[in-house]
């Protein structure tokens, strides 16, 4: 089915062009209303399966935090309980109002004709997605200026500043949600009719915002992959350099190891769905604002896309939970302590090699 092919739905909730309505079929989302895919306890089972994992990583970071002396580990610590918050929050927010959807079915024109449940709810799934995302990059550039920069004052991060970067983080994200609602594109009801996001429609407003975060995501993306590798060849350097022991370094294998789960977990989970927005939206461009409505295909696609998203909020505490090196020490008890990244610099005033090893 082309794009030129479809036509706006003939029903009241299909609304004008500047309405949150008639972006999907609303009959075919009836119909196959059964399918697993829709299925409401499909959506149960994950935003449950999401809100435990989380819940039981917060636990775990909260008591590890209390026992830390690095500040270091602490500062890695507030961006891993930023990132864990932002999760549970975004699976509770979102799961208040699509869960109770499929079990009710209520009309969503009738409930919300001013279409201000559909903004937050879309805000929400910008603000909650893109957050993971930038975070992810900003432990990776810590990481990397903390292992390749050792000796920079600027690579100590208290406690303070590490939360009020993710303070800006959070408030960037919220800025970027806020746009369809100051007037830059708009959200809409997307398919199966539970659910608000961005617009894949080919109107100059929604092609930037559909361009803007999908662009941010895989530049998030790619940021974390390029200091993640860096980082991790220094690691390897230190590894295998056997001569230059100054002190245990299991810390920094650690929080590294769990960097780059994160990133790989966000990579596979949302590369997909920016990938696919980015190519719909370059599709349309001919169109000049004709398309009114999307393809059927395209909706269901895109749910499935969201789907695998969802993976990113419950896989995260994972990487936390299981890849500490009390979990690691047990499965594999052989593991035995390296030396610090600061042994790659061995000719140091030892005054300052105190200070530096404090941590």
């Known amino acids: 089915m082309g794009w030129e092919d479809m036509e706006p739905p003939n029903s009241s909730t299909a609304g004008g062009s500047d309405t949150c309505f008639g972006v999907f079929n609303a009959s075919d989302s009836r119909d196959n209303v059964q399918n697993s895919i829709t299925s409401p306890w499909f959506s149960t ?87 993971p995302l930038l975070l992810g990059a900003t432990m990776a550039s ?14 100590n991060i208290s406690k303070r500043r590490a939360w009020s970067i993710v303070g800006l983080v959070w408030g960037f994200s919220c800025l970027l949600g806020l746009l369809p609602v100051l007037g830059l594109g708009r959200y809409t009801l997307q398919y199966p009719g539970s659910w608000c996001f961005l617009t894949l429609l080919p109107d100059t407003g929604n092609i930037v915002f559909c361009l803007l975060f999908a662009l941010l995501g895989i530049f998030s993306v790619l940021l974390s992959f390029i200091f993640n590798t860096v980082s991790v060849v220094t690691l390897c350097r230190v590894y295998h350099d056997r001569e230059l022991v100054q002190r245990r370094r299991d810390s920094e294998v ?46 269901k696609m895109l749910l499935i896309y969201i789907r ?24 594999y008890p052989s593991l035995q302590p390296r030396p610090s990244i600061l042994s790659l610099y061995p000719v140091l005033n030892p005054s300052l090699r105190r200070k530096l090893t404090a941590d």
């Open 45 to 131: 089972a994950f935003g449950l399966i999401g809100l435990c994992s989380n819940l039981f990583a917060l636990c775990v970071l909260l008591s590890s935090s209390r026992k830390l002396s690095s500040q270091t580990r602490s500062s890695f610590l507030v961006f891993l309980c930023g990132l864990v918050v932002t999760d549970l929050m975004g699976l509770l927010v979102t799961a208040s109002v699509i869960i109770p959807y499929h079990f009710i079915k209520f009309a969503w024109a009738k409930v919300d004709p001013g279409c201000h449940l559909c903004n937050f709810l879309g805000f929400s799934m910008v603000f909650f997605g893109q957050c």
């Open 254 to 299: 650690e929080m590294m190891v769990q960097l780059v789960g994160i990133m790989i977990i966000a990579t596979i989970c949302w590369m997909p769905l920016l990938i696919f927005i980015v190519q719909t939206v370059l599709q349309q461009l001919p169109a000049n604002g004709r398309i009114q409505m999307l393809p059927t295909e395209t909706q």
């Open 308 to 331: 695998m998203v969802t993976w990113n909020q419950i896989l995260d505490p994972w990487v936390y939970i299981l890849f500490r090196r009390a979990v690691l020490q047990r499965i």
């Open 142 to 155: 810590e990481r990397f200026f903390g292992i390749n920069h050792p000796f920079s004052r600027s690579t």
